[in-house]
């Protein structure tokens, strides 16, 4: 079995596991041994609760530059599936000509966040909410 790290959600709390997982690693020395990997359907991770502003550019923090420095690969893509039983998460880029890949794991961490899911309420259409 892969004593690797897999992460599923590139928000707050995904970025804060894979980056604890990193100095734990580090701190034990097992840098050569044990990989992290983050999978997040987007290169970028995005400051929510400040998603009321007009201009969002500046609160896209691409993963890769708060990643890369601390040695955890950040794959894109969707997790479709998870074998718990072979320690494995099947991962899909989305795109309909990419064949979905199985990435083994040792420890697995789901930080998938959130979705708004508005309630079928008459007049709610017009609502603001910091998604949008």
Do not use: N
């Not at 034990?28 to 550019?57: K, N, Q, W």
């Not at 893509?77 to 979905?100: C, F, L, M, N, W």
């Amino acid at each position: 079995m892969a004593q690797d790290i897999v992460v599923v959600g590139g928000g707050f709390a995904g970025l804060w596991a894979a980056a604890a997982s990193a100095r734990a690693r580090d701190e034990l020395g097992l840098s050569d041994a044990l990989s992290i990997t983050l999978v997040a359907p987007s290169p970028f991770h995005v400051i929510r609760v400040r998603c009321y502003e007009a201009d969002l550019a500046p609160v896209r923090v691409p993963l890769d530059d708060v990643l890369g420095p601390i040695g955890v690969r950040r794959l894109q893509g969707h997790v479709i599936a998870i074998d718990v039983p072979g320690h494995a998460v099947t991962v899909s880029g989305g795109s309909p000509s990419e064949v979905p890949r199985s990435l083994p794991y040792g420890g697995l961490v789901l930080a998938t966040g959130s979705a708004l899911r508005r309630p079928a309420v008459p007049g709610i259409d017009g609502a603001f909410d910091v998604d949008t």
